[in-house]
């Protein structure tokens, strides 16, 4: 039985959260962070996003990006008691949930427990109920494997849904950029870069033994992605990950 994975990530979570609380800013580029050089940004507004800034940035450079910037100390007992109303949502729908963060998720709706039949009107549901119980968005991808749907949940960003059925993988991936494949960052980006691949149609044309041999085991994996396979359950038993924010 093919599977039907949902990815729901919250849009700019612990922004919209602090905008929710302050109505009187929507529409101003809000960032959350302690207001100090030294710190980093835990989150931005979507309208602080068109200055350049974003998660992990020092407030240092975001001051110099964006000087009006609203600064909002982050609440993290706040954040969390939103993020288990959300999963509350979720376990309506189904009980195989994987949290990643406080602000997503993967879930498995093959078998749910509404007997939806369609994956697409499952998520569509979900992100319904999020904005009438929470008043925050979230957007979802929908697809037959968690690979493809982190993907698309990134898609149709904020408050959109991108699905991928099984038949239009392949060209769903085609010219897909190497950098979009979750867990590449910059050095692995480089090496691609350095072989002269730039997108997943690139990727595919190198054999399992040449990937291997530039990138040890993860190559495997790659050659795997690159045809759109990925095995992996939706973990039930995951813990999910509490973002923390430091001063440097």
Request: charged share 25%; hydrophobic share 40%.
């Amino acid at each position: 039985m093919t599977r039907k994975i949902v990815h729901i990530d919250m849009d700019a979570f612990y922004a919209s959260v602090e905008l929710r609380e302050n109505p009187q800013l929507k529409g101003l580029p809000v960032v959350v962070a302690w207001d100090s050089i030294r710190s980093v940004i835990v989150a931005a507004s979507y309208e602080a996003r068109k200055y350049g800034l974003r998660s992990a940035m020092s407030v240092r450079r975001a001051r110099e990006l964006c000087p009006h910037a609203i600064y909002i100390a982050p609440n993290f007992t706040l954040y969390r008691d939103v993020s288990r109303q959300v999963r509350g949502i979720f376990q309506r729908y189904t009980d195989r949930i994987e949290p990643l963060s406080l602000d997503e998720a993967y879930l498995d709706v093959t078998v749910n427990n509404k007997g939806i039949a369609s994956a697409t009107e499952v998520a569509r549901r979900i992100q319904e109920d999020i904005f009438l119980e929470t008043s925050l968005t979230a957007s979802a991808g929908v697809a037959p494997n968690k690979f493809l749907a982190k993907i698309a949940s990134d898609w149709n960003k904020p408050n959109g849904i991108c699905v991928i059925p099984p038949s239009k993988v392949m060209s769903f991936l085609q010219d897909l950029p190497l950098e979009k494949i979750p867990g590449v960052g910059r050095v692995t980006l480089a090496k691609f870069h350095r072989l002269q691949m730039k997108t997943i149609a690139d990727l595919r044309l190198r054999s399992e033994w040449e990937l291997t041999h530039h990138f040890g085991r993860y190559g495997r994996r790659l050659y795997e992605l690159a045809r759109g396979i990925d095995l992996r359950e939706v973990d039930t038993n995951q813990q999910s990950q509490q973002i923390s924010t430091e001063t440097t």
